[in-house]
């Protein structure tokens, strides 16, 4: 736990996990109220998307202002941006209004200062703590985030449906409107522990704003083997192995465990991923960074196809445990190369596209497996993506050396890799 030893370090993961757990549980109420006022599954696909469109705007902004401007004071302008969102939601859920265009606004904000807080969050944390101890920060947001992501909905839930009137005398705050006053008390704590840090990263980037200096992560990444083939890896691995999105189907055609075991079947990747991130958190890897990766990556392609076959309940939990175990290791792995591996004037411009690539994977890679499997069947759909995992390991490995040969995750190690001109 050499990270927590950092003031800054404890304040700022205090402060995350209050944010995610707030965000996590205000989804659910979000997607509930939405579904309430039109009984339509398209508008629930609509909150995520108003959220993700701001991506796609703003990206390239969000990494330069991330490089030049201080980034903690980023942190909480976006922080504060989102308390004034998540107090229009309240005050939408309160007056009962019906219109789910005024909710979408509000997602499209909320999507915005996400959008702006990413590249800063990202590029703070070298900050916070001393490089030696910089790998054991990874792993413990890591770990903050996937237990934040395990406990947020499932609060949201609770405070959604459980019936509170003795506590609560406003009846117009029931269901959605409970939840978004927890959210509004977690982003007040997080504003006042972000606002509290001493850490002040001053401005990285002194060049104005022009297209060059916005596309400057991109070039960057162009020019870096080992930072491209990294963000890469991860795009095209998730792309074709992810097998979550297809839950749903198992549970119910295959598996015939009903909604208990979809449940199950969602939280065991999550449980793999705290689990493994526990256990390196105490006992880190030094060496071998490159080869580590590589491996994770063909596991989970190979706990893909387990899951993919299986019939049974509990060897399905173990292969999607197994999977998220691994990819959490991947998940440090490519956040310390990203971090370490970039100079620190570039890195908001450089977290910035590796969202990116981080969001593609993610809602592509959901439309790739219902596609296919709306082609070839759930079974296939997902056996076929956990080879494909593994090839993108195989190939992956031959066409990025630097990146099978990174050892050491120092920054003094991995620079020492020749970007191209």
Request: charged share 15%.
């Amino acid at each position: 736990m050499e990270a927590f030893a950092s003031r800054d370090f404890r304040r700022f993961q205090l402060a995350r996990v209050a944010a995610v757990l707030g965000y996590a549980a205000q989804s659910v109420a979000v997607a509930w109220q939405v579904y309430a006022i039109t009984h339509r599954a398209i508008d629930l696909g609509y909150t995520g998307l108003v959220q993700f469109i701001p991506g796609l705007i703003f990206l390239l902004p969000a990494g330069h202002v991330a490089d030049r401007f201080d980034r903690r004071q980023i942190i909480l302008c976006c922080y504060a941006m989102q308390t004034v969102c998540t107090t229009a939601l309240l005050l939408l859920a309160r007056e009962g209004v019906r219109d789910v265009y005024s909710i979408y606004a509000v997602l499209f904000f909320l999507g915005t200062s996400r959008t702006f807080a990413g590249p800063a969050t990202t590029a703070l944390i070298p900050h916070l703590v001393p490089e030696e101890h910089f790998v054991n920060a990874v792993t413990w947001g890591a770990t903050i985030f996937q237990f934040a992501t395990i406990i947020g909905p499932a609060l949201g839930g609770v405070l959604y449906s459980v019936p509170i009137t003795q506590f609560v005398t406003d009846s117009k705050l029931q269901g959605a409107g409970i939840v978004y006053v927890f959210t509004l008390a977690t982003m007040g704590w997080s504003l006042v522990l972000v606002g509290s840090m001493h850490v002040r990263s001053g401005r990285m980037e002194h060049r104005a704003m022009s297209l060059k200096v916005v596309l400057a992560g991109f070039q960057y990444m162009g020019r870096s083997p080992l930072l491209l083939g990294a963000a890469s890896l991860d795009l095209f691995a998730v792309l074709l192995g992810g097998a979550v999105a297809l839950t749903p189907i198992f549970a119910n055609d295959i598996l015939h465990t009903g909604p208990r075991g979809l449940g199950m079947l969602r939280a065991a990747p999550a449980a793999g991923a705290v689990a493994m991130s526990l256990l390196l958190a105490r006992y880190p890897f030094r060496r071998h960074a490159g080869v580590r990766l590589f491996i994770c990556v063909a596991i989970f392609g190979a706990a893909t196809i387990v899951f993919g076959y299986s019939s049974s309940l509990t060897l399905s939990l173990v292969a999607l445990f197994i999977a998220g175990a691994v990819d959490a290791i991947s998940v440090i792995i490519r956040g310390s190369l990203l971090q370490l591996g970039t100079p620190p004037e570039m890195r908001g411009r450089v977290s910035a596209v590796n969202s990116l690539f981080i969001g593609a994977s993610n809602e592509l890679g959901e439309f790739e497996s219902g596609l296919t499997a709306q082609w070839w069947g759930a079974v296939r759909a997902t056996v076929y993506g956990g080879i494909g995992a593994m090839a993108v390991a195989g190939l992956w490995s031959v066409a990025f050396p630097s990146l099978r040969r990174a050892d050491e995750l120092t920054a003094e190690a991995l620079r020492q890799e020749p970007v191209k001109e």
